[in-house]
């Protein structure tokens, strides 16, 4: 201390106080900006092109966040086009799935005692709770989107060829970590949607071949989720996925750096890799171009994330989970809905006669051995992984360029319109024409279910609570009562939807039958609580009996459906 | 064509980002402002509320499975089945969610903790003890803990449920424990059997009475007179007329236990679990096959069974 005291002493003594000062300053600075003075951070600033030597290059050499990133870029990469950003953001979300995740961590329990009342304490007492639970899900399911768009993107420009083979396998296990992140973390709220979302997706491991009730029993910890699977999802989704992601990050970045963004095929000779040549007039260096153009990218990411959520995003919380009740209409997330498609197959065929279609089931079954949702699920669902893994190293053409690289864009562009027709057909009303794998019980059910779902919402819970008046009333086209227009006009909306599923058949063939009469009752039950019942009488379309369907719900004043 | 090339190969400018970047990072800080001062104000509390009411929501599903059987749809209490919940003796009064009257229940039983314990204590485990005997039903032990089939969770919903009614409680029409009017009489726990009952009752299990007879807690035969409360029954039996009719001689609660023993035939009880009392089918050999000092004993047993 006393050292350092007496230079500086003799420092001021010889130079002056000022220039002291300034250049201690001055020396201070370049240590927080790993060798920039003010002078060239203020060039920077100004958007001075770079004096020569360039000093800009120094933290490239000096710290370790510049050191990962290259020096300079390819003028042709810096455009929109060819890379869209789209390998920037996904490392984004990764990053913000991560800082979320970790807030999120310090108040969840994963127990199925504590688990759903974390999630209430989360929203209903946490500061910033619910804004980090929502930036967390859209995150993730927005990361789904940016990750597949980018896959999309490199195969499109054909950037998976040499040198480039293995940035893109490390690519799809990414992809596999997404999904199987976005899928672990499904669980974790412990509602309904939760639990059978999950309940469904490992009952297919359940399905495979040999291994499928060990792997299930892994995954689930017992035979059916309980308090071991929560856990073990909760290990996987903060841990095991987490840690796999960023090895593979690490080694996805390292390649990209090492070989280049790849240049617009058009750009460059066939068979020939020009990302590092670079000539001095085409270089655009990291600092500033590059960085403000990133920060620009993430700060409107993070924004249009931001403000989501703090306006119209609401992450999805439904009651606590049991396994005693599943609720109608199950789905998986909605990325696995071409799994779901494919567990169709071949139901899902167009114009296929459904004789046959359900000869090709028998033929499976009882001559191959395996059912389609074996086959289809479990061997080919993860191989269309494989495939994606291996194109690069079993694509022979040698050439970048779009032209003549007819046959796979083709067939990605098949595959591409495959995995939508697949997630089309998965979603739980059926198959497009066809109608297979339409998921409804009765139409009384059904309607049930549409004006108020076993989970979530529906337009009778939506009424205001002062307009739910105490009465029964018949379900007629011109219903009026006193002071409670949007009852009338849900009440109407239900009387238009009976007449439609009176008059069109449900892709199970059903009606309703054209007696069919319903009643909406409404009853109070304790202080700002309402009971609101409908009830449906109707002749069974496949028994002719008469039958009535009723179904009820309890409503708070404050309770926001 | 041109308009998507022009897009593709956009660069945006120095200053342009800096504006645009600017911007965003204004709306993103904006955004997180908008949510810490809705915090940090009364979002979170509208957030309680409206989680709270869903509460409630899935309370009232739980009380309409599990509770209103008893306790009755409008929580008033059914007859001989459950008190009364949405009663002022049982809940008080709040008033915005401040007590202003005090919930009677709570004072009889001395219960240390508030109404929304007890009601989480009764429904997971059962109603500590049978408070008066004016319910037949014993308080089932709902909570999964002890072996029932309600969550936690749900359980805290149903108090939250039941605790609802305390804006206004019913003042009328209740069911309430203890009857209106009377006065609480918890009651008392059974004196322990002396060595002699103690003796008695081991005669009991050892002849096989119980094969035949049940006492409650003790025996579950159902072919003879339930003897749960046979000191008290037979008090009443021997000033009937039937009996009087009858070749019976007892005129003490001994006396007619000992001669039912002994001398089975002299006077059939009029009630058995499954309809009238058959005729010979008590052996009529006890008499001979027990010793008399064991007979005593079990006598004195069942003189204490009230």
Redesign the interface.
């Known amino acids: 201390m006393a050292i350092i005291g007496k230079r500086l002493v003799n420092q001021v003594k010889t130079t002056g106080l000022k220039a002291t000062v300034a250049q201690r300053a001055d020396e201070t600075f370049q240590r927080l900006t790993t060798g920039l003075s003010w002078d060239d951070v203020r060039g920077i600033l100004r958007?001075d092109p770079p004096p020569k030597p360039n000093p800009r290059v120094k933290p490239h050499t000096e710290g370790f966040w510049f050191h990962i990133r290259p020096t300079f870029y390819h003028e042709a990469t810096?455009?929109?086009?060819p890379t869209f950003r789209l390998g920037l953001l996904s490392a984004l979300f990764f990053a913000i799935e991560i800082i979320t995740g970790i807030y999120l961590m310090i108040f969840y329990t994963p127990s199925p005692?504590r688990a759903?009342?974390s999630m209430?304490d989360i929203?209903?007492?946490v500061?910033?709770g619910?804004?980090v639970r929502d930036l967390h899900r859209l995150g993730a399911e927005v990361m789904v989107v940016v990750v597949t768009l980018h896959m999309l993107r490199t195969f499109i420009t054909g950037s998976y060829k040499k040198p480039r083979q293995f940035t893109w396998f490390t690519g799809v296990v990414l992809l596999i970590m997404t999904l199987g992140l976005s899928f672990s973390g499904y669980l974790l709220p412990w509602d309904q949607l939760a639990f059978w979302a999950v309940t469904i997706g490992t009952s297919m491991a359940d399905a495979a071949p040999g291994v499928g009730p060990t792997v299930n029993l892994l995954l689930r910890g017992a035979p059916d989720i309980g308090a071991g699977g929560l856990l073990r999802f909760y290990l996987l989704h903060v841990v095991l996925l987490p840690f796999i992601g960023i090895v593979f990050l690490a080694v996805h970045y390292y390649k990209v750096v090492r070989w280049g963004i790849s240049l617009p095929p058009e750009m460059e000779a066939v068979g020939e890799d020009s990302a590092r040549k670079v000539s001095p007039d085409k270089r655009v260096n990291f600092l500033?171009?590059i960085a403000?153009?990133e920060?620009?990218y993430i700060?409107?990411a993070?924004?249009i994330l931001?403000?989501s959520?703090?306006?119209w995003y609401r992450a999805p919380l439904e009651?606590?989970s049991n396994p005693l009740v599943t609720p109608n209409h199950t789905v998986a997330p909605w990325y696995f809905y071409w799994l779901q498609g494919l567990l169709k197959i071949p139901h899902i065929i167009p114009f296929l006669p459904a004789d046959i279609a359900n000869g090709i089931d028998k033929f499976f079954a009882n001559v191959i051995g395996i059912t389609p949702k074996v086959l289809w699920g479990i061997i080919v669902g993860p191989l269309v992984f494989v495939a994606l893994a291996v194109v690069p190293y079993v694509d022979p053409n040698p050439s970048r360029r779009y032209g003549q690289r007819k046959i796979m864009l083709t067939i990605g562009g098949l595959f591409t319109a495959l995995i939508l027709y697949l997630s089309l057909a998965g979603i739980p009303t059926g198959v497009p024409i066809t109608g297979f794998g339409f998921v409804g019980g009765a139409p009384s059910a059904e309607i049930g279910q549409e004006f108020m779902p076993d989970e979530g919402d529906g337009n009778l819970m939506r009424i205001p609570f002062d307009q739910m008046v105490v009465g029964d009333y018949q379900v007629t086209a011109d219903a009026n009562v006193a002071n409670a227009p949007e009852l009338n006009a849900i009440i109407k909306e239900l009387y238009y939807d009976m007449q439609r599923r009176m008059n069109t058949a449900d892709p199970n063939g059903r009606k309703l039958s054209a007696d069919t009469v319903a009643q909406v009752k409404i009853a109070e039950?304790?202080?700002?609580?309402k009971?609101i019942t409908l009830v449906i009488n109707y002749t069974d379309d496949q028994t002719s009996a008469a039958q009535e369907f009723s179904k009820f719900?309890?409503?708070?004043?404050?309770?926001?459906h | 064509m041109s308009i998507i090339k022009k897009?593709?190969?956009?660069?945006?400018g120095?200053?342009l980002?800096?504006i645009?970047?600017?911007?965003?990072?204004v709306?993103?800080l904006s955004?997180?402002a908008?949510?810490?001062l809705g915090?940090?104000s009364k979002a979170?509390g509208a957030?309680?509320?409206?989680?709270?009411?869903?509460s409630?929501?899935?309370g009232?599903?739980v009380y309409f499975e599990q509770c209103a059987r008893c306790h009755g749809a409008d929580g008033k209490g059914i007859d001989s089945q459950g008190p009364a919940l949405n009663s002022i003796a049982f809940l008080g009064k709040t008033d915005a969610g401040r007590e202003v009257q005090k919930s009677q229940r709570i004072l009889d039983i001395g219960w240390v903790g508030n109404l929304d314990s007890y009601i989480r204590a009764v429904t997971t485990s059962g109603i500590p003890l049978k408070s008066s005997n004016q319910w037949e039903v014993i308080h089932p032990a709902f909570g999964q803990a002890v072996g029932g089939n309600l969550?936690?969770?749900?359980i805290t919903d149903v108090s939250r449920?039941i605790l609802?009614?305390a804006?206004?409680p019913a003042t009328s029409g209740t069911i309430d424990s203890p009857k209106p009017g009377a006065a609480f009489v918890p009651k008392p726990t059974s004196a322990p059997l002396t060595p002699e009952q103690e003796a008695g009752k081991a005669v009991f299990l050892k002849n096989g009475c119980n094969a035949c007879h049940a006492i409650k807690g003790v025996a579950q035969g159902n072919i003879g007179p339930n003897l749960s409360a046979i000191g008290t029954d037979a008090a009443a039996i021997i000033t009937a007329a039937d009996y009087k009719a009858s070749q019976g001689k007892a005129t003490t609660v001994e006396e007619f236990i000992n001669e039912s023993i002994t001398a089975p035939g002299v006077y059939i009880a009029a009630k058995c679990p499954t309809g009238a009392c058959p005729a010979n089918v008590m052996p009529p050999n006890f008499k001979t096959t027990i010793p008399d000092a064991d007979i005593k004993s079990l006598v004195a047993y069942l003189v204490s069974l009230k």
């Open positions: 958007g810096t455009t929109l086009y005692e759903y009342s209430i929203i209903t007492n500061p910033f619910m804004f500033p171009d403000t153009n920060i620009m700060a409107i993070m924004a931001a403000i959520c703090a306006t009651t606590h039950i304790q202080p700002d609580l009971q719900k309890f409503i708070h004043r404050d309770s926001e | 897009i593709v190969t956009f660069k945006p120095f200053n980002r800096v645009v970047g600017l911007i965003s990072v709306g993103f955004a997180c908008i949510v810490g915090d940090l979170l957030q309680d509320a409206k989680y709270t009411a869903r409630i929501e899935a009232a599903k969550r936690d969770d749900q449920f609802n009614w804006q206004n």
